[in-house]
């Protein structure tokens, strides 16, 4: 759960989470880098007298700038590839969970159980109790396994809605029509509001 004036992103829960924290902290440090390049050679540019314009019309100079950008791009590009591919796998689920998304609430369906269903409503600001948080709590909660792989087919009967659990590392569109499918698995037992 976030808390007030948090800068970072929530603690992670899945391992894809851990996956993208850390892709997320290789990237920030490449543009970092970059960043700090840019306003080196900016500076440089502002406080010394070109004296070497020739350097400018150079081949290897005109080289440099082209690959090296690229070189970046892959950096980025392979690691970034691989997180995709992660998060589309599907490992023989354990369990199969279908979600329906309603003008107010949603339904949750355990599909490898007879008859276990129910609804999950918004609890109204006025009936929470202290220490509820406001637009997160509902009535009832979904109730899953930790260490065993999940599929939640998602879809939804009327609008679009986004279904989201931020310390798993999930966010997947409902759309009318249409049926989604993604795969989560908890490392630590908790309470994780989306």
């Known amino acids: 759960m976030a808390y007030p004036m948090q800068l970072g992103f929530q603690d992670a829960t899945s391992p894809i989470m851990e996956e993208l924290l850390h892709f997320h902290d290789h990237t920030l440090m490449i543009v970092f880098l970059i960043s700090s390049l840019v306003l080196y050679i900016i500076s ?8 070497h314009t020739s350097t400018m019309d150079a081949q290897e100079v005109e080289t440099i700038w082209t690959i090296l950008p690229a070189i970046i791009l892959i ?6 590839l691989r997180i995709l591919y992660m998060m589309d796998e599907i490992n023989n689920p354990s369990l199969t969970v279908k979600t329906m998304g309603h003008q107010w609430y949603w339904s949750y369906e355990y599909t490898d159980y007879e008859d276990l269903s129910f609804d999950s409503y918004m609890i109204p600001t006025s009936e929470l109790k202290p220490g509820e948080l406001r637009l997160l709590e509902v009535d009832n909660r979904v109730v899953l396994p930790m260490e065993m792989t999940i599929r939640m087919l998602i879809s939804s009967e009327d609008v679009l809605h986004s279904w989201a659990v931020p310390s798993l590392g999930l966010k997947t569109d409902a759309i009318p029509g249409r049926l989604n499918q993604t795969t989560l698995m908890s490392t630590r037992p908790g309470l994780f509001y989306g």
């Open 44 to 51: 440089l540019m502002l406080t010394t007298k070109l004296t």
């Open 75 to 80: 950096m980025i590009a392979l690691p970034s």
